[in-house]
């Protein structure tokens, strides 16, 4: 795949990843998952192409793409920001994607969440607990939620698993499966 350039930052060791780190759990901001990343949360949940993932808060939209590419499955991005929203509609269509993955601008607070058998969140612990009454009621038994870096509040993981990015930065992964 791409990068895509104009709307990545960096990710890199030092003072720059720290700020990051700061600005993420300050608020919900555009951050996006290194891409390895992105691609050991979707092999944890061992998606497959009957997977319909969803990616809430879906930035450049980044991981439908990837789980659509890759794993050959469906995939939703909901996402609030328009200009995200246009970015990865661009994208979506230069990979001629665009019967795999519906992108929603919506806010994920309020999106219906039952056709998912994936969930990923790269989100502040503190908005993943605000979602885990919705993805609690909402999901059907044997789906998978996996949290980057940030878990989710209340609910004991199946696995946690260290994981590092292509810069060799390290991160976390939780594993959460629907009983
Ligand atoms: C840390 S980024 C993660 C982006 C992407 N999931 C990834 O891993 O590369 C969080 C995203 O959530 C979006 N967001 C924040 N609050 C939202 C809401 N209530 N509904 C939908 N999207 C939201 C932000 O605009 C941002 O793009």
Redesign the pocket.
Same mark, same amino acid.
């Given at each position: 795949m791409m990068p895509f350039p104009s709307l990545f930052r960096r990710h890199s060791r030092g003072s720059a990843f720290d700020a990051q780190r700061a600005a993420?759990r300050t608020? $919900?901001?555009?951050?996006?998952?290194p891409l390895a990343?992105?691609r050991e949360?979707l092999e944890l949940a061992e998606v497959s192409a009957d997977d319909t993932v969803y990616?809430?808060?879906?930035?450049?939209?980044?991981?439908p793409i990837l789980a659509a590419q890759e794993f050959g499955c469906r995939a939703v991005?909901?996402?609030?920001?328009p200009k995200?929203c246009k970015y990865t509609l661009a994208r979506i269509a230069e990979y001629g994607l665009q019967e795999r993955i519906s992108l929603r601008?919506?806010?994920?607070?309020? $999106?219906d969440l039952r056709p998912a058998t994936v969930i990923?969140?790269?989100?502040?612990g503190a908005?993943n607990g605000q979602l885990q009454p919705r993805m609690a009621s909402h999901l059907r038994s044997g789906a998978r939620v996996v949290a980057?870096e940030f878990p989710v509040p209340g609910w004991r993981p199946e696995r946690v698993v260290p994981v590092r990015s292509e810069n060799d930065v390290g991160y976390t992964l939780y594993l959460y499966r629907r009983r």
């Amino acid at each position: 795949m791409m990068p895509f350039p104009s709307l990545f930052r960096r990710h890199s060791r030092g003072s720059a990843f720290d700020a990051q780190r700061a600005a993420l759990r300050t608020a $919900a901001e555009f951050y996006p998952a290194p891409l390895a990343v992105a691609r050991e949360m979707l092999e944890l949940a061992e998606v497959s192409a009957d997977d319909t993932v969803y990616d809430l808060g879906s930035g450049d939209g980044r991981i439908p793409i990837l789980a659509a590419q890759e794993f050959g499955c469906r995939a939703v991005g909901i996402e609030l920001d328009p200009k995200l929203c246009k970015y990865t509609l661009a994208r979506i269509a230069e990979y001629g994607l665009q019967e795999r993955i519906s992108l929603r601008q919506e806010n994920f607070f309020e $999106a219906d969440l039952r056709p998912a058998t994936v969930i990923t969140l790269y989100l502040l612990g503190a908005v993943n607990g605000q979602l885990q009454p919705r993805m609690a009621s909402h999901l059907r038994s044997g789906a998978r939620v996996v949290a980057l870096e940030f878990p989710v509040p209340g609910w004991r993981p199946e696995r946690v698993v260290p994981v590092r990015s292509e810069n060799d930065v390290g991160y976390t992964l939780y594993l959460y499966r629907r009983r």
